[in-house]
C-alpha cells in the first residue's frame, strides 16, 4: 500500500522568508501523481499545486513551488516571500492507478508565519 | 452546484443517538471521499466511492459507521450509537476518475457528541 509521510508536525516562518515543507512516499508504481493542499483556519481545503511523476520539470505556482526527487521518493513545498495568508495546514497526497486513483493523505504540516 | 456542499454543517447530537451527514458532490464527479478530522489533526480516511466499483471501507473505525452513495453522486454517512470519540470534523471531497484529477472538498460538518 502507499503511504505518504510528513515528518515536521509543525514549522514557523517569518513573514517574507523562505519555508520548505517535507514530504516522503512509498510505491512501487513509476507514474502517479503528487500534491500539495493547504487548509487555513477557514477549513476549506484548497489545492496548492500537483505534479506528475514523468514530468521532471519541478512545477511552481507563483511563490509556491516544489522540489521533486523521483529516485528518493521525496516531495518538498517550497513557499518563497512568505505571507501571513500563508498560515494553515498543509497536506502532502499521492494518487496512482494501482491504487485505483485512491488519494492517500500525508498527516499534515501546520506552518505558522510570525509578522 | 459550484462546489461540494456537506450538510449540515453543525451537528450536536447525544451520545446512543444516530446520526446521518450529506454529501452533495459537484456534478459528474466520479470519485468521493469521506474523511474524519480531529481538532488540529490530520485526515483519516473513512471511504472511498469510484464510479460502480464496490466501495473502499477499509477506513472505517467500527460497523457502527456506514455510507452509501446513491446514483452515483449524494453519500450519506450514518454513525449509530454515537460515541464522544466521534466528535470531529467530518469531510467530504470529489474528484473526476482521472487520476490527476484535484480533489475538490466541502467545509465539512462539525458533529459533536455530548
Known amino acids: 500500500a502507499q503511504t505518504v509521510t510528513q515528518s515536521q508536525p509543525e514549522m514557523s516562518v517569518q513573514e517574507a522568508e523562505t519555508v520548505t515543507l517535507s514530504c516522503t512516499y512509498d510505491t512501487s508504481e513509476s507514474d502517479y501523481y503528487l500534491f500539495w493542499y493547504k487548509q487555513p483556519p477557514s477549513r476549506q481545503m484548497i489545492l496548492v499545486i500537483r505534479q506528475e511523476a514523468y514530468k521532471q520539470q519541478n512545477a511552481t505556482e507563483n511563490r509556491f513551488s516544489v522540489n521533486f526527487q523521483k529516485a528518493a521518493k521525496s516531495f518538498s513545498l517550497k513557499i518563497s516571500d512568505s505571507q501571513l495568508g500563508d498560515a494553515a495546514m498543509y497536506f502532502c497526497a499521492f494518487v496512482s492507478g494501482g491504487s485505483n486513483y485512491k488519494l492517500t493523505f500525508g498527516k499534515g504540516t501546520l506552518l505558522t508565519v510570525n509578522p | 452546484g459550484a462546489g461540494v456542499s456537506q450538510s449540515p454543517s453543525n451537528k450536536v447530537t447525544e451520545k446512543g443517538k444516530d446520526v446521518e451527514l450529506r454529501c452533495d458532490p459537484i456534478?459528474?464527479?466520479?470519485?468521493l471521499y469521506w474523511y474524519r478530522q480531529s481538532l488540529g489533526q490530520g485526515l483519516e480516511f473513512l471511504i472511498y466511492?469510484?464510479?460502480?466499483?464496490?466501495?473502499?471501507k477499509s477506513g472505517l473505525p467500527s460497523d457502527r459507521f456506514s455510507a452509501e452513495r446513491t446514483g452515483g453522486s449524494v453519500s450519506t454517512l450514518t454513525i449509530q450509537r454515537t460515541q464522544q470519540e466521534d466528535s470531529a470534523v467530518y469531510l467530504c471531497?470529489?474528484?473526476?476518475?482521472?487520476?490527476?484529477?484535484?480533489?475538490?472538498f466541502g467545509q465539512g460538518t462539525r458533529l459533536t457528541v455530548v
Open positions: 456534478s459528474g464527479h466520479t470519485a
Open positions: 466511492f469510484q464510479g460502480n466499483s464496490a466501495p473502499d
Open positions: 471531497a470529489s474528484s473526476l476518475e482521472y487520476w490527476g484529477s484535484e480533489a475538490f
